[in-house]
């Protein structure tokens, strides 16, 4: 017997199509997507996680482009989030290194509450001067780190500081200090 694909199918007929309906309704479903919560950094490192060079580049790029905007007065408090969660995963890269390389991202930490204080203050953010070169020196280490560091290292560190950031909320509410973000970037002040 001669198969033709050039040919259309038989039709099939009533109880054909019936025990194939039943064989789809009685096959195994897929399982449903699994929800993951990722941070700041994590979903940063994610995106960049194909090729190493251009990842490292990748992440770097956008967290100046993050310094950039907030230097100029940006409302938007995702950049900010976004460049506080890097430079919390930086600090938890840098205790394995040194005490030098910790002074550099608490210098950084310094700066970026410095910036939102500015924002509180003002409705926009920006860096002071001795601040945007603790932010510079913060990025040139990260880089270094970066590149030294496998992903799974980055996401353990960016876990440990969403980890230390959240315990510190919890402790500022229990003492009734108040603790706050920047709202998002719809809200003007």
Aim: hydrophobic share 45%.
């Amino acid at each position: 017997m001669r198969l033709d694909l050039d040919t259309p199918a038989p039709p099939r007929n009533r109880a054909t199509r019936r025990a194939q309906a039943r064989a789809e309704r009685r096959a195994p479903k897929a399982a449903p997507a699994r929800r993951l919560v990722l941070n700041a950094t994590q979903l940063a490192v994610a995106r960049h996680q194909d090729a190493r060079p251009e990842a490292v580049t990748g992440l770097l790029l956008e967290l100046h482009e993050c310094l950039d905007a907030l230097q100029h007065g940006s409302q938007d408090g995702e950049l900010f989030e976004r460049l506080a969660c890097s430079m919390n995963t930086a600090l938890v890269l840098a205790e394995r290194i040194g005490a030098v390389a910790v002074d550099v991202m608490l210098a950084a930490q310094a700066a970026m509450l410095d910036c939102r204080a500015r924002f509180e203050r003002l409705g926009r953010f920006g860096f002071t001067g001795p601040g945007l070169q603790a932010m510079a020196e913060a990025l040139a280490l990260y880089r270094q780190i970066v590149q030294l560091s496998t992903p799974r290292q980055i996401i353990a560190a960016a876990d440990e500081g969403h980890r230390r950031v959240i315990a510190q909320m919890r402790e500022q509410l229990r003492t009734g200090q108040a603790c706050q973000s920047p709202p998002p970037s719809k809200w003007t002040a």
